[in-house]
């Protein structure tokens, strides 16, 4: 039987090694999502590392298509939680289906993603760029933000796609890696 990956020599994919491994997940939303502006009642895109993970959940992507233009300016943003107890631990209320990246039936992840939940108080901790600017505009229907391990979720953190100022309808996606805790 031939290798899952052959080799190329000098030319591997940017997370082949994550990926023989077994240890990349993604999400996306099953439908069409309003995005939450800046509430712990949070709709969009929402991924928790559970308290009793194990391991790191390293951010790698988000991919954003924006579905409606907005009523006015929209700034879309990562909001970022920490779970210390069990009283502000995320609400899961519509799960979404956590796939390993390797597509042929790779392992299940520790990772929980969602479409709605509610979050502990949100802050926001990255600017998602290249999104709408104004009333009824579009700048770019497709925001790709490779975050490429600048942000990792500890156990018991959660993050969540939001807008800043003003709903905004969309369909959307989350890539991690799953690392043992450091």
């Known amino acids: 039987m031939p290798p899952l990956f052959p080799r190329n020599y000098g030319n591997t994919a940017k997370y082949e090694d994550a990926l023989r491994r ?13 995005l939450s502006v800046n509430t712990t009642t949070a709709t969009g895109l929402i991924l928790t590392n ?39 631990a995320t609400t899961h209320t ?20 969602d479409s709605a939940a509610t979050v502990p108080t949100p802050a926001a901790i990255r600017s998602i760029g290249g999104g709408p ?28 796609l939001q807008s800043m100022t003003t ?4 369909v959307a996606s989350i890539t991690w890696e799953e690392v043992p805790v450091w």
């Open 22 to 34: 077994g240890k990349v997940y993604f999400a996306c939303n099953s439908a069409t999502q309003a």
């Open 50 to 88: 559970p308290l009793t993970s194990g391991v790191n959940l390293v951010l790698l992507q988000v991919c954003v298509a924006l579905i409606t233009a907005p009523a006015a300016q929209a700034n879309l943003v990562l909001t970022g939680n920490i779970l210390t107890t069990a009283a502000a």
């Open 94 to 113: 519509t799960a979404l289906v956590v796939k390993n990246a390797l597509i042929s039936g790779g392992v299940a992840g520790q990772g929980l993603c």
């Open 133 to 160: 600017v104004g009333a009824v505009t579009i700048n770019a229907p497709y925001i790709r933000d490779d975050i490429d391990g600048l942000l990792a979720l500890a156990p018991g953190c959660v993050i969540s």
């Open 167 to 170: 709903a905004i309808t969309v």
